[in-house]
């Protein structure tokens, strides 16, 4: 009786878990589009895991204070397309302890950077992050404090480079590589119904 129920019960679950996996589709992503951009380093978007790339300063498109401010305290890693592109799905490899703090921008069609992703606390040597909806554009940037003071899970400040923490010297951040990817359209919606 007991193993009849189990059996019952192990079905409906499976049966459960194939509705809910089958009713949120997977995306398929295109190619990567950060290859074929110019950058500030060309090093983290040549497909390349071995060249390490660096941020660059921050140059003033105006001169007002929160631009010096900007290029006082910030370091970015732009891509930039002649062509608008589709943006939808960013991978970003990097040392544990390089990117702990950084912002995930886009120029708008008024040429001003909007922030998608704040992003802080990271000791990921990947991160990922998808957009809600896909985004055009022809420049894409890492915005990246020049300083920070990294902390520890308990609020203390961490004192050496073995416990993951930044680099307190550096000012411009390694990165690996800079992916960027859009979405296709999905086999379900280029099936015609029958008739």
Not at 90 to 102: M, Y
Not at 122 to 146: D, G
Not at 149 to 175: C, F, H, L, M, N
Request: charged share 25%; proline share 5%; net charge neutral.
């Amino acid at each position: 009786m007991r193993l009849g129920l189990l059996c019952v019960i192990f079905c409906v679950i499976i049966g459960l878990a194939g509705c809910i996996l089958s009713s949120t589709p997977s995306l398929n992503w295109g190619k990567n589009i950060a290859i074929m951009a110019s950058g500030s380093d060309p090093k983290f978007h040549d497909d390349n895991l071995y060249t390490v790339g660096e941020t660059s300063s921050i140059r003033e498109s105006e001169k007002d204070k929160a631009s010096q401010d900007e290029a006082d305290n910030f370091t970015e890693a732009v891509l930039t397309w002649n062509v608008p592109q589709t943006i939808q799905h960013i991978v970003i490899k990097a040392q544990e302890g390089q990117l702990e703090f950084f912002e995930i921008q886009y120029m708008n069609e008024d040429e001003k950077w909007v922030t998608v992703k704040k992003v802080s606390d990271n000791m990921r040597p990947i991160y990922k992050y998808t957009f809600r909806e896909p985004v055009v554009t022809s420049k894409f940037r890492l915005k990246v404090p020049r300083r920070w003071d990294s902390r520890r899970v308990g609020g203390q400040s961490r004192y050496k480079r073995s416990e993951t923490g930044a680099p307190t010297a550096a000012e411009y951040r390694k990165i690996q590589e800079i992916e960027i990817y859009y979405a296709l359209p999905t086999s379900d919606t280029d099936v015609s119904p029958m008739q």
